[in-house]
């Protein structure tokens, strides 16, 4: 049994930020990690190397490779994964630990037990797909992460952030957590700075899905629907990102390639300058068929005054105001989702109404101020009460 003191040889200015990948902490957690320091503590990044390592480290931020695979589930590999989690936990001596992604924050925690890290903060980014899907692969799957999220819980300091009430109620029924243990911080912000509001370009109406290219975010159904569509209206589509070979659900480049071929949709791939790309659209789009935890993307395309369709939703529920700052469809449905888009491309005023909407939507409740201020105040009270 570990016995728990007072933070001896921690130190106490230094918080590890965890992930399974490093784009995720490039993309959606260097604004915190900036705001980190601003308050006095040193930030570190700790997740497998890839091709965000190098701009994170030029941006002046110390990372820490963990080498732990995505999809791997062989016992022997989990376990070195773990083991190297405990030795960079003993080295560093963090006064707390944020974890992202399921394995962070279930290896994450464990770890965080066997090397008496004394604060621990598990974010909830989203259940997935195997939380959702009932087929008997996800059914196996869920009890055994049901199993890991439970004894991530077991940390005597732990706390569990959660990024909308649907997956916060999930975890609570299932009995993951313990409900004066959890807080809602609704996603990772956006620098309203940067996302600012811009004109529409002129031409014809473009729709834009930006997302990695996955079944589930709804690709497939957006690729349906432009059939319909463009019965309808005059329009373009494109698809904004790459495939993700790291996730079962991820569409192969073919499939991408042949869609542009039957003149379905166009595909942009990968684009480092989002603005740029909402800058050259009118609408966007995410028909997600699962729950989000609070899409980033849509938050930046609202910061940019662009009016969002997508799917009703747990996540993209706390983006969008069905009839004020978008439209919300049911999953799946590529009737209604050519519907709702339909009317946006006819419109170009209630395109301008709700794009402005959106707007003072995220600047309300979304901004990267506002949210990694929320974050931070959890850590203070977590540390407080380890004392």
């Known amino acids: 049994m570990i016995e728990w003191g007072a933070n001896i040889g921690q130190d106490m200015n230094r918080i590890l930020l965890v992930a ?12 915190l990690a900036r705001h980190l320091a601003q308050q006095g503590f040193e930030a570190v990044l700790v997740s497998p190397a890839g091709e965000y390592t190098r701009a994170l480290q030029e941006k002046g931020l110390r990372w820490v490779e963990w080498r732990v695979g995505r999809q791997t589930l062989a016992p022997w590999k989990e376990l070195r994964s773990v083991l190297q989690l405990i030795q960079i936990y003993h080295q560093e001596k963090p006064v707390l630990v944020h974890h992202f992604t399921a394995k962070a924050v279930t ?20 259940l997935g797909y195997i939380f959702i899907r009932q087929d008997a692969k996800a059914q196996a799957l869920r009890r055994m992460i049901q199993g890991l999220y439970w004894l991530a819980g077991r940390h005597p300091n732990c706390t569990t952030i959660f990024e909308n009430p649907a997956d916060r109620e999930y975890f609570l029924s299932n009995r993951l957590v313990s409900p004066e243990r959890t807080w809602l911080i609704e996603g990772v912000g956006v620098d309203v700075d940067h996302f600012v509001p811009l004109p529409e370009p002129a031409g014809v109406p473009v729709v834009v899905l930006p997302a990695r290219m996955l079944w589930d975010k709804g690709v497939g159904v957006l690729v ?3 059939q319909l569509l463009k019965k309808k209206v005059q329009v373009r589509l494109a698809l904004v990102g790459k495939p993700d070979h790291g996730n079962p659900g991820t569409i192969d480049e073919p499939t991408l390639r042949r869609w542009v071929e039957e003149g379905a949709v166009e595909w942009w791939g990968w684009q480092a300058d989002m603005k740029s790309v909402y800058a050259r ?3 966007v789009t995410l028909p997600s068929s699962y729950g989000e935890g609070v899409p980033t993307a849509l938050l930046e395309a609202s910061a940019c005054a662009r009016p969002i369709v997508a799917s009703d939703i747990p996540g993209c529920r706390e983006v969008v105001v069905h009839g004020e700052n978008g439209l919300l469809v049911p999953p799946g449905n590529a009737d209604a989702l050519a519907e709702a888009l339909a009317i946006l491309v006819h419109d170009a005023d209630l395109r301008r109404k709700m794009g402005n909407a959106g707007r003072q939507r ?15 105040a959890v850590y203070h009270k977590v540390l407080s009460s380890s004392h």
């Open 20 to 31: 399974n990948t490093d784009w995720y902490l490039y993309n959606y957690r260097f604004s």
């Open 107 to 126: 290896y994450g925690s464990l770890a965080a037990i066997f090397s008496r890290v004394p604060c621990v903060i598990n974010n909830i980014t989203g």
């Open 224 to 226: 349906e629907a432009s």
């Open 281 to 283: 659209c009118h609408i």
């Open 362 to 376: 995220v600047l309300e409740r979304f901004s990267d101020d506002r949210i990694n201020a929320a974050t931070f």
